[in-house]
């Protein structure tokens, strides 16, 4: 069975046969399938009244562990997003009572964000939904498959300097 991405392919093929295409059926369908699961993902959160941004934002908090407490820089890394346009997110997360803003009591040029207990309580109740709904997005491969694919995956993570 073909796929979308055969097709585009098979179009520059014939246009222009000396071309290399294999880099397309990588990158063209890694992007695509990207675009699909975020997608089913931003379904999910949108039917718990939020953005997948947001969630992303809560459960990175909910990850720091103990204090579920970041510095600004260190949540703007882990969010990969610039500090702007997180000062940007954290504000609305703030409006809404997800999360507080504090200066850092030992540098006051730091800033500290933590969740609220309904920001704990929301990043809590939606994880269980999130992985289920991620399992059922990727339920076309077989568990060994998705385990090659997720090694794959992270192979190329590291070739292009996405580390830890």
Request: glycine content about 8%; charged content about 25%; aromatic content about 4%.
């Amino acid at each position: 069975m073909n796929d979308a991405v055969d097709g585009i392919i098979e179009r520059w093929g014939a246009l222009r046969p000396d071309l290399d295409t294999t880099p397309i059926g990588v990158v063209v369908r890694v992007f695509r399938a990207a675009r699909l699961l975020d997608q089913g993902i931003k379904e999910y959160f949108e039917a718990h009244g939020l953005e997948t941004w947001e969630y992303d934002l809560l459960s990175t908090l909910l990850r720091a562990g103990d204090s579920s407490t970041l510095r600004m820089s260190d949540l703007a890394g882990a969010a990969m997003i610039s500090p702007a346009a997180l000062t940007n997110r954290i504000d609305r997360l703030v409006v809404k009572g997800l999360v507080t803003r504090a200066t850092d009591p030992e540098n006051r040029r730091l800033v500290r964000t933590a969740l609220t207990d309904q920001g704990r309580r929301i990043a809590n109740d939606l994880i269980d939904g999130h992985v289920a709904t991620e399992l059922a997005l990727i339920d076309g491969l077989t568990p060994d498959e998705q385990a090659v694919l997720a090694k794959l995956l992270r192979k190329l993570l590291l070739s292009l300097g996405d580390q830890g």
